[in-house]
């Protein structure tokens, strides 16, 4: 599922704006055009990030629940395929899973990944974007991170949320939400 700030709900256009900021809020936590949570975080190396570090650019700040698995692995490497578009557009790209800093390490070097992964060991971050959520496989319920993605605007505001997001197809509706 996806909205934008200015697009359709998981595909359903002409929905009125009412209706679309209350699918927004009962979505994230918050509404649209709300000011993106602030965060910091060690990334691939230790260094501590802030989203206050990248004023001024948009921000494509995706969750994923764990490095090296197949499915953060596809989305990954999508973000790493489409980069340079992202790059074009003058968008940051940065990757937050719980993960420790020295396994973000391993995960970039395995796949040449080009941009930031945070370490959200105490799930702060993820809790503040609404994605540690109770989730359940094979009829155990456990806490982890919703595979979701949230475009922040140079004014820290944010854009567009897409949640439950498909790896493999997601990059491209990204990219096409940059467009708008």
Excluded: N
Excluded at 159 to 167: C, D, E, L, N, T
């Amino acid at each position: 599922m996806s909205i934008s700030a200015d697009g359709d709900i998981g595909g359903y256009p002409s929905v009125d704006r009412m209706k679309r900021a209350a699918w927004f809020k009962g979505m994230s936590g918050f509404a649209a055009a709300a000011k993106a949570p602030d965060f910091s975080a060690p990334d691939q190396s230790g260094r501590t990030v802030s989203l206050t570090d990248f004023a001024g650019k948009t921000v494509v700040l995706y969750f994923y629940p764990k490095d090296d698995t197949p499915g953060c692995t596809t989305e990954a490497c999508s973000f790493r395929d489409e980069y340079a578009a992202f790059k074009k557009k003058g968008v940051v790209v940065v990757g937050v899973s719980p993960d420790s800093p020295k396994s973000h390490a391993k995960f970039i070097e395995k796949f040449h990944l080009p941009f930031t992964l945070l370490a959200d060991a105490d799930h702060k971050i993820a809790e503040a974007y609404g994605v540690w959520v109770e989730k359940s496989m094979y009829g155990r319920t456990y806490m982890g991170v919703e595979r979701s993605t949230f475009v922040i605007d140079p004014k820290g505001k944010l854009q567009a949320i897409y949640r439950k997001v498909k790896p493999s197809e997601h990059i491209a509706e990204v990219l096409s939400g940059l467009e708008k």
